[in-house]
């Protein structure tokens, strides 16, 4: 996709290396779904304006169908690499990654 081509659509996606602080039930949407909610927690040492710096946070996240079922298989604590959309729910002030692939990080 071309610079112009994203801009006039817009871009939303983000790739994050994360554990799995928190993972969720698997259940089902009213449509029959699978779904899953779960806490991510990334920390890292980048590099901004020459200097190193300590980076820490925490995303709720969503995922459905297959990926969600695969989710349901891991282990808290485990690191993936995450790779997804961020929506603000109706409901909600915070934005929460909706997963569309992870994969051993």
Do not use: C, Y
Request: hydrophobic fraction near 50%.
């Amino acid at each position: 996709m071309s610079a112009a081509a994203a801009a006039a659509t817009g871009v939303n996606q983000l790739l994050l290396s994360a554990h799995v602080a928190e993972l969720g039930a698997l259940r089902f949407t009213p449509a029959g779904l699978p779904a899953i909610d779960l806490k991510l927690e990334h920390e890292s040492t980048l590099q901004v304006a020459g200097q190193s710096r300590q980076v820490k946070t925490a995303l709720k996240a969503v995922a459905f169908g297959a990926i969600a079922e695969r989710l349901a298989k891991q282990s808290m604590g485990s690191l993936w690499r995450f790779q997804g959309f961020l929506s603000t729910p109706a409901n909600g002030k915070l934005p929460v990654l909706h997963i569309q692939d992870f994969q051993q990080d």
